[in-house]
């Protein structure tokens, strides 16, 4: 049961889901909703109003999600009492998202609620969102209280991305728009500020001096399913690096901000985009790795590669794997190599930060592996979510040498309460209006204005994608890209 004294609770709002019926509203931003409604953290007066273009009413609606929704939340999660609660939240309106009509029912179920907080969350296609916010400007429902939240992908490339943001600009003010990024969501991604800004033992670290290289990993082991046709306009360097390797690289390597302020934090992350060193022509060529997957097997079966996939082309060169040796041009960072990388059907769905410490100037004592293995801290994001710091003690026995022990935290050991969801906390701060976990459009302009080069000289260049093997952690070249420099992957 929710708990209407909890301290934390919202104020009033209205938040209106384009795209109810569809795929992420159903599993994630209504379940998200769910556990903060149980939480207590949704004011009293707090509607959720889902509009799609399904011929339902309300209680038609609701029906539907108390099957299609109930699925996504887990049994010792769910309350029957709590959902009943929940469902009374919750309104559907059909609307034809390109005609006034739909959206002066809408006024008309909103009227004398101007004064409360106002969501309009963008569950939709991006060629819908420039439509929607016309129609909501037209209708007249957009209040000094009204946020926009919307999606990635936000654009193609930086034309696209300004287009897509002009338009935006045309019914919403910055501070009304909430661009996403769900990677921002997480526990863990979040604890990388913590982990950096509220510790004193590792500032000193932070540092070119002490570190010699980071690596950044996002596995999937799943490949594109049935989105073949929509991935294959994508490509893994606009889908995973330009927003989720990017983000996590600016959290790892931006300075202190002055306050948690939204601006302050988001202040910080924007001088590292622009300090990253801009990779253009031959330079993209020989530090990146274009990779597609091919047949391969897992152990529950084999599967096919990516160009057997009945979505995809025949003679399609769109890359399902991408690696970068990155580096930003910073005092605190100069001459640092940053290791990103990201594919489809790798070994294990994996999502890892590696920071390499140097290794001791001159060792004095033996080691079971010969110090070639510095210093690390892992921070693994998923599957389970964990900080493991890699040190050097004296194993037991006569000889005074040396052996590699980890200090482990486990997330799931500390803390025993479920662990929320990444839109659970979007969506409680698109309501309070907190800004700190989304992207200003100065991020978007500068994260595209790094990536569109990479991409052009992938095609001047004609740089095909390298096969690998559905089931391994990507193609031969992205070892010989960090073994060039006697570096290689971490391997757990």
């Not at 209680?59 to 109930?70: L, P, Y």
């Not at 529950?300 to 580096?327: H, K, Q």
């Amino acid at each position: 049961m929710k708990n209407p004294n909890s301290a934390e609770t919202t104020n009033p709002f209205d938040f209106v889901l384009f795209g109810g019926t569809g795929d992420l509203s159903l599993r994630k931003l209504l379940p998200a909703l769910y556990f903060r409604h149980c939480e207590g953290q949704l004011a009293d007066d707090g509607r959720i109003i889902c509009i799609a273009r399904s011929d339902l009413d309300t209680e038609g609606f609701r029906s539907m999600i108390n099957t299609k929704v109930r699925q996504h939340i887990p049994d010792e999660h769910f309350s029957q009492s709590s959902w009943d609660e929940f469902a009374q939240r919750v309104f559907y309106m059909p609307i034809d998202l390109s005609t006034i009509d739909g959206y002066d029912e809408l006024g008309k179920m909103l009227e004398g609620r101007e004064d409360i907080a106002r969501i309009f969350y963008l569950s939709v296609a991006p060629t819908l969102f420039a439509t929607i916010c016309e129609k909501v400007r037209e209708a007249g429902l957009i209040t000094e209280q009204s946020r926009v939240a919307l999606e990635k992908p936000l654009g193609r490339d930086q034309d696209s991305a300004n287009e897509i943001n002009d338009q935006l600009a045309e019914a919403f003010s910055e501070s009304q728009i909430f661009r996403i990024d769900h990677y921002l969501g997480k526990e863990t991604v979040q604890n990388l500020l913590a982990l950096r800004f509220g510790n004193a033992l590792f500032e000193p670290l932070w540092r070119r001096e002490r570190i010699s290289d980071v690596q950044i990993t996002i596995a999937e082991s799943l490949g594109v399913g049935t989105r073949g046709g929509f991935y294959d306009q994508t490509g893994a360097l606009r889908d995973m690096v330009q927003n989720h390797l990017l983000q996590l690289l600016v959290i790892l390597a931006m300075e202190p901000p002055v306050s948690v302020d939204p601006d302050a934090v988001r202040d910080e992350k924007i001088k590292v985009l622009r300090a990253l060193k801009p990779l253009v022509g031959l330079d993209a060529v020989e530090n990146t790795v274009r990779g597609q997957y091919k047949a391969g097997a897992y152990a529950s079966g084999a599967v096919p590669g990516y160009l057997e996939n009945e979505t995809v082309p025949d003679d399609s060169t769109t890359e399902t794997f991408v690696a970068i040796r990155a580096e930003i041009e910073s005092w605190r960072w100069a001459g640092v190599p940053f290791y990103l990388r990201t594919g489809k059907h790798m070994e294990s769905k994996l999502t890892e930060i590696i920071i390499n410490f140097r290794k001791v100037p001159h060792s004095i004592y033996e080691t079971a592996d010969g110090f070639n293995t510095p210093n690390q801290l892992v921070i693994r994001l998923q599957p389970e979510e964990s900080i493991r710091m890699r040190i050097y003690v004296k194993a037991w026995g006569d000889d005074m040498q040396l052996q590699p022990v980890h200090l482990n935290m486990d997330f799931n050991d500390v803390f025993q309460k479920r662990q929320m969801i990444a839109y659970e906390r979007l969506c409680i701060d698109i309501i309070r209006g907190n800004q700190t976990l989304f992207m200003r459009r100065d991020e978007v302009d500068a994260a595209w204005a790094w990536i569109d080069p990479i991409r052009e000289a992938w095609e001047k260049h004609n740089v095909v994608p390298k096969s690998y093997t559905a089931g391994t952690m990507g193609p031969a070249a992205a070892n010989a890209l960090i073994s060039k420099e006697g570096r290689k992957w971490y391997e757990d």
